[in-house]
């Protein structure tokens, strides 16, 4: 058991039960380790104290005084508020970038924008280049030929 599966099963109420050698190792753990201890007392009291604890039963007419709220929230704008405004930050956003669009061809001017290109021409190797190029490719078939060897005549053949 690492650390991390104790700090788990400290912190996991709804893990699986541990067997005899599981509870052996987590309780050498707690005690080796003081603050695995201490986070494990304060655990155990937290579960303590969430179980005296009782909440509070919603009063009888609870849903109805929810739903009335809702109504009333909901009847609060006329229908007319509710279909000019409820989709106004879709619009608002395509019409920003449909501005941007516009406002970015007209003022962008493509044609001083372009500038002559220009080429870049390498110079040519030196003649040396090439000659090394040539001996390294006349070494490398010297050594493919070095490797041929000739195929042993079969028996019965002359």
């Known amino acids: 058991m690492t650390r991390e599966q104790v700090v788990d099963r400290i912190l996991n109420s709804t893990e699986p039960p541990m067997n005899d050698a599981e509870q052996l190792e987590f309780r050498r753990w707690l005690d080796q380790e003081p603050e695995l201890r201490t986070l494990f007392e ?3 009291a937290l579960f303590r104290a969430m179980d005296l ?3 509070e039963e919603p009063s009888s007419n609870f849903d109805q ?3 009335a709220r809702i109504k009333h929230d909901a009847e609060v704008q006329p229908f007319w508020h509710k279909l000019l405004f409820a ?3 879709p619009a608002l956003t395509a ?3 449909a ?3 516009l406002l970015g061809t007209l003022v ?3 044609e001083s924008t372009q500038e002559p290109t220009q080429v870049a021409v390498k110079s040519a190797p030196e003649s040396e280049y090439y000659e090394e190029i040539e001996r390294a490719l006349d070494d ?3 050594l493919v030929n070095f490797d041929a060897f000739p195929e042993p005549a079969s028996p019965g053949r002359s």
Do not use: C, I, N, R
């Open 42 to 44: 304060q655990q155990q």
């Open 140 to 142: 490398m078939e010297m």
């Open 108 to 110: 962008f001017d493509f």
């Open 65 to 67: 005084a929810v739903y």
């Open 99 to 101: 501005a941007t669009l």
């Open 53 to 55: 604890w009782e909440p």
């Open 95 to 97: 019409g920003l970038a």
């Open 87 to 89: 989709s106004w930050k």
